[in-house]
């Protein structure tokens, strides 16, 4: 009997198989990097033919590592990066390459559709914003400049669509994927021209259709991709589930009980809810696996990924240090020498600017002549875990305290930087077992999709696990809510001043 489930999950640096039994439990993973393709400032490509090629390899490599046969394995789960877009002809060849989600040559589409006034009436049929990375500016774009290859297109697609696509010769959309990439009517819970046509695109409908329910099973291998994957012909292959959604899932996170956190490039907050806000009050709502429930997203480029930017710029050259570990070894030992009763530094953590403000950049504040690197080292994790509650006040406005906030990411690797969170969201912080969260997910919805599990939340309860759970310190919480008072004064002072600088 086939008990194994391989997972494929497709990033926006990386592309990773990991095989899992019906436990949960990791039996195997493999992984390879895709540098991103930059033709021109701003630009982030991949060829999608050289992903299908790593996906191939480290397929056979995960096969391989976990000592099973092909056969064994059940269902193929997909998941990848969200928005961006892959553009195919009537025969499924790509007529470019993909271009991430990290893309930024829509940027003056977006500005320009803003101030004609399009993003409230976008905001009402798809609940979301309006960013360079979408699919529909990255359209306009590709019209304004590209317009053959656009002409050729016959289907747009997403990343795990694309090897869904390879995999089984089905072209298709997802319904979770193609609600974050603003494709979506959430009141009908289908796709509508409508979407497209308030901003001008109405005569590419040709390129979208209604997408598969995450739920379901959306073909089998095919010969071909049995011969260059080594999995069996004729495995089924699951729908897919969109990379946050995924690790949310990974996480045992099923309703409004628990909290999902991501401190990583991008800072993600996660709340699945039974209705979603229709004002613009939040980054974005997907829609959920299952009817009637959604996924409320909040956060930006604001977490962890400002404290390896800090490593490598400050904290390395001054310790004379290469190796990252035992840099944040270091600096997670260093950080005791700051005390909290110290004069505290600010730190704004906006290298990568914000969303609704892209001029805002980082800043220290408050910095003195005695202060030193450890109050620096505090002062970076401090401002990420304050961003991360200012993002996580408005996903819960008017709705109930979650019990924890279930965490992964960089900062999950820093146990003084997980004590921080938990002071600054007065929230226990809690641990899974998985290591790779998208891959997982991904594995528990192709599961569920295969009848393995009747249902979505047997199939999370007998495939996830919490290894460990951190209270919050009732005197640093006292101290980081008085923090967090004066971050959001630094935070409102400062928003005039971005566009000068």
Request: with cysteine; net charge negative.
């Amino acid at each position: 009997m086939a008990e194994y489930i391989l997972a494929l999950d497709a990033g926006g640096t990386a592309v990773k198989a990991a095989i899992y039994d019906i436990a949960g439990r990791e039996c195997a993973v493999a992984g390879e990097t895709l540098s991103p393709i930059r033709p021109a400032p701003g630009h982030n490509e991949r060829d999608p033919e050289l992903m299908w090629t790593a996906v191939c390899r480290v397929t056979r490599k995960a096969i391989e590592v976990a000592g099973i046969l092909s056969g064994e394995i059940a269902v193929v789960g997909l998941t990848g990066y969200g928005n961006g877009l892959y553009l195919v002809d009537g025969k499924g060849t790509p007529v470019r390459n993909g271009i991430l989600s990290s893309d930024q040559r829509a940027a003056s589409i977006t500005e320009r559709w803003c101030r004609q006034g399009l993003e409230p009436r976008h905001l009402e049929m798809t609940n979301q914003k309006i960013w360079a990375g979408k699919p529909l500016p990255l359209i306009q774009w590709l019209e304004e400049n590209e317009a053959p290859v656009l002409d050729r297109a016959q289907n747009l697609l997403m990343c795990k669509d694309f090897l869904r696509l390879r995999l089984t010769g089905r072209l298709a959309l997802e319904i979770t994927d193609m609600s974050s990439g603003s494709l979506f009517d959430h009141a009908a819970r289908r796709w509508t021209p409508a979407v497209i046509e308030h901003v001008g695109l109405g005569h590419h409908a040709r390129l979208f259709g209604d997408p598969l329910e995450s739920l379901a099973i959306a073909g089998t291998v095919t010969p071909e991709a049995a011969e260059a994957t080594g999995l069996m012909a004729g495995t089924p292959v699951s729908a897919g589930f969109a990379d946050n959604l995924a690790m949310a899932t990974a996480l045992g996170i099923v309703d409004e009980s628990h909290l999902h956190v991501v401190s990583g490039t991008w800072g993600l907050n996660q709340l699945i809810a039974d209705s979603a806000p229709t004002d613009g009050s939040i980054l974005a709502a997907m829609v959920g696996a299952t009817p009637g429930k959604y996924v409320l997203v909040d956060g930006g480029a604001t977490s962890a990924s400002t404290f390896e930017w800090f490593v490598d710029t400050i904290v390395a050259p001054a310790i004379g240090a290469g190796d990252h570990s035992s840099v944040y070894a270091w600096c997670n030992e260093k950080l005791a020498d700051a005390r909290d009763s110290d004069p505290p530094v600010y730190f704004l953590p906006y290298l990568n600017g914000l969303l609704d403000i892209p001029a805002a950049r980082g800043s220290f504040i408050g910095l003195s002549g005695w202060h030193g690197l450890p109050h620096m080292i505090r002062a970076v994790f401090e401002g990420v875990a304050l961003e991360h509650r200012q993002n996580i006040e408005r996903l819960l406005a008017g709705r109930p305290r979650p019990t924890a906030a279930r965490f992964a990411g960089g900062a999950a690797r820093s146990r003084p930087w997980l004590d921080i969170f938990a002071a600054t969201l007065d929230m226990p912080i809690e641990l899974g077992t998985a290591k790779e969260l998208g891959a997982l997910g991904a594995a528990i919805i192709a599961a569920v999709s295969a009848g393995l599990y009747p249902d979505l939340e047997s199939g999370v309860a007998g495939m996830t696990h919490v290894r460990e759970r951190i209270e919050p310190d009732p005197g640093k919480v006292a101290l980081m809510e008085k923090r967090y008072r004066s971050y959001l004064v630094l935070r409102k002072c400062l928003e005039p001043a971005w566009s000068r600088i």
